[in-house]
């Protein structure tokens, strides 16, 4: 099962802005937010065609582009009697709790720790919003230290 690439996006995405017919094309703000997400569903390649002969059948173009491909994608899987599921995580060889690098880094000025979260950059299991990403050994050259929560 090979994962879809950027390109196969854009060209799902193109096919159904051809296909509906729209006179007016979306950004490339748009579409780059819209291949973003359809990334983080980690749809096969196999299944970009029949994703489209599934989303085609609406009455119109999507308002909301990547749920009615995630849509399409279950009605597809759920004909063909399976369920949509995304990869396993990976093994991450920094050791991250779920995709989450929690470390802490002096502070002179108040002679103590303080206490960061970044998503992991290395496995990227993490999808949460809001915190910054970053890789471990660039955040060690910055002075952080890595530390479990609780202690």
Known sequence: MEKTTDLAYRKLIKKLVYYYNLKVLPSKYAVDMWCDELD???IPSEQIEEIFNHAKQAPGFPKNLPMAIRDALQAHLS????????DPPIHCDVNCDAGILFVKKYNLDHDCHYR??????????????GIPAAYLDQLEHDGYHPYQPGE
Request: hydrophobic content about 20%.
């Open 79 to 86: 004909s063909a009697g399976r369920q949509y599921t995304r």
């Open 40 to 42: 983080r569903m980690r």
């Open 116 to 129: 960061y979260a970044f998503r992991c950059k290395h496995c990227t299991r993490s999808e949460a919003t």
